[in-house]
């Protein structure tokens, strides 16, 4: 099947600090990616939709000017998140599909201390 | 809004017996998907259900969609440690492949 590639796995950063996730499509284009949160035993929040060549379309609740989302190209979603407090620290997952089904890519843990 | 629900939310059972994991969704969909997380990964696939009366299986797990129902199962049979997992199913929204996720189910086999 179709590959999503996510970096970083994982990543530490000091709060205050900002931290920036990509999101590559390897073998596909993708017009549109998706964002997803999860807590602890938790299930995925999608976050937001990343739409490329437009501006993002955020979930209720998430915070837009928090959580920049860039869709540069039809391989490249990134996500930022800006100013990063230990509240932050979750599972962020994106997707792309390549209009037969949805792919995830590996997930980042992000830790903020 | 699309809801999905999923239950049980927790299930401990031994190996060598059955069980049937249930997926209810709140409104029509094209796609509904079942996937596997072990612990501090993300998601592995293990179906794409598209039409209504869909069954797929895959060693000892088998799914169906019922669409009129707007019910997905995704049964196991004989289980194995090995399937200990927490099992997500999900449903896109009207084909703009926004995927909304149940609450998962926490499968614990007992050895």
């Known amino acids: 099947g179709a590959v999503v590639s996510q970096h970083p796995s994982w990543v530490i950063c000091k709060s205050g600090t900002s931290v920036k996730i990509e999101c590559r499509s390897l073998d596909f284009q993708a017009t549109t990616m998706f964002w997803y949160r999860q807590f602890p035993k938790q299930s995925l929040m999608l976050m937001a939709t990343s739409n490329e060549g437009s501006k993002a379309t955020y979930e209720q609740g998430v915070e837009k000017d928090k959580f920049l989302i860039n869709h540069a190209s039809l391989t490249l979603s990134t996500l930022t998140v800006t100013s990063a407090h230990p509240e932050d620290s979750s599972f962020y997952i994106c997707s792309a599909d390549d209009g037969a089904e949805a792919f995830f890519g590996q997930g980042t843990r992000l830790t903020v201390v | 809004e699309l809801k999905v629900e999923q239950n049980p939310l927790f299930l401990s059972m031994q190996e060598g017996k059955n069980y049937t994991i249930y997926c209810n969704y709140s409104t029509t969909s094209d796609r509904l998907y079942w996937y596997r997380q072990d612990p501090g990964k993300s998601l592995e696939s293990l179906f794409v259900l598209l039409s209504n009366g869909a069954v797929k299986q895959e060693g000892r797990l088998m799914a169906s969609l019922d669409t009129k129902a707007r019910l997905s199962t995704l049964h196991i049979t004989a289980a194995v440690h090995d399937l200990s997992a927490t099992y997500f199913c999900?449903?896109?929204?009207?084909?703009?492949?926004?995927?909304?996720f149940g609450k998962g189910t926490r499968l614990h086999i007992l050895p």
């Open positions: 999900a449903v896109d929204v009207n084909r703009d492949d926004k995927i909304i």
